[in-house]
C-alpha cells in the first residue's frame, strides 16, 4: 500500500475516533463511527486473499447494520425527546435499540458472531487495531 495513502487512512482513524469521543450530539458521533468503518476497511482489505476480502465484508455489513441501528434510535429519541444530546435518553426503546446496537458494532457478547470470523481472515496488525482500537 502507498505510504500516502496508508498516513491518510490512519489520520482518518484518529479523526474519526477523536471526532466519536468529543461529540455530545448524536450525529456527530454516528458520524465518527462511520468515518472509522470506512477508514479501516481497504485496511482490512489490503492483503489481495479471499478470506481477507471475506473479513472485509462481513465486517462492513455489520457495521452498517450497528450504524442503521443508531441513526434510527438517536432519529427516533430526537423525535419524541425534542434533541439530539446523547445525554438525553430516557426512552427505555430508544435506550435499548441504542445498547443492542452499540453492542453489536463492538462485538460484545451475544452479538459477539461475527468476530472470530472477522479477525481469522486478517493479518496480525489489522486484526490488534480492529479488536483494540475500533471496539
Do not use: D
Not at 27 to 53: D, F, Y
Amino acid at each position: 500500500m502507498n505510504p500516502y495513502v496508508l498516513a491518510i487512512l490512519l489520520c482518518s482513524l484518529g479523526l474519526g475516533t477523536t471526532m466519536t469521543f468529543a461529540s455530545s450530539h448524536w450525529l456527530l458521533a454516528w458520524m465518527g463511527l462511520e468515518i472509522n468503518t470506512l477508514a479501516i476497511a481497504p485496511l482490512m482489505a489490503q492483503q489481495h486473499h479471499p478470506r481477507a476480502v471475506e473479513a472485509t465484508t462481513k465486517y462492513f455489513l455489520i457495521q452498517a447494520t450497528a450504524a442503521a441501528m443508531i441513526l434510527f434510535a438517536s432519529t427516533t429519541n430526537a423525535w419524541l425527546m425534542g434533541e439530539w444530546n446523547i445525554n438525553n435518553v430516557s426512552n427505555p426503546m430508544t435506550n435499548m435499540m441504542i445498547i443492542s446496537a452499540l453492542a453489536l458494532k463492538i462485538g460484545l457478547a451475544p452479538a459477539h458472531f461475527w468476530l472470530p470470523e472477522v479477525l481469522q481472515g486478517l493479518n496480525l496488525t489489522t486484526g490488534l487495531i480492529l479488536s483494540t482500537w475500533q471496539n
